[in-house]
């Protein structure tokens, strides 16, 4: 078994920051791609950014330059910096990894987090 632990969401003003982080514990090989989605209420689930284990990452356009993903492999652990948000960056955030699991016999897991609540409200 793998699980995803979130912390860090919260209320915050517009034009504030957070941070969210997401540590993975379990019976953890490796971890491939880390990940932060968003769901909105009404909306579909959305991808956020994502962090390769070498480091490359990727971001949606409604994110880019205002949100930094990063991860340490050696804790198997993601954050998310948020800068200057928004009211539309409101939303459940949820955790993603890619996880090959196992000891001796391996098998390929999308492991979620249970999400953390981020509102951007004056």
């Known amino acids: 078994q793998v699980q995803l632990v979130e912390s860090g969401g919260g209320l915050v003003q517009p034009g504030g920051s957070l941070r969210l982080s997401c540590a993975a514990s379990?019976?953890?090989?490796?971890?491939?791609?880390m990940g932060w989605y968003r769901q909105a209420p009404g909306k579909q689930r959305e991808l956020v950014a994502a962090i390769t284990s070498g480091g490359v990452t990727n971001y949606a356009d409604s994110v880019k330059g205002r949100f930094t993903i990063s991860r340490d492999n050696a804790r198997n652990t993601v954050s998310l910096q948020m800068n200057s948000l928004k009211p539309e960056d409101t939303a459940v955030y949820y955790c993603?990894?890619?996880?090959?699991?196992?000891?001796?016999?391996?098998?390929?897991?999308?492991?979620w987090g249970q999400g953390t609540l981020v509102t951007v409200s004056s």
């Open positions: 993603n990894a890619q996880v090959i699991s196992g000891n001796g016999i391996y098998r390929y897991l999308q492991v």
């Open positions: 379990g019976s953890i090989f490796s971890i491939n791609a």
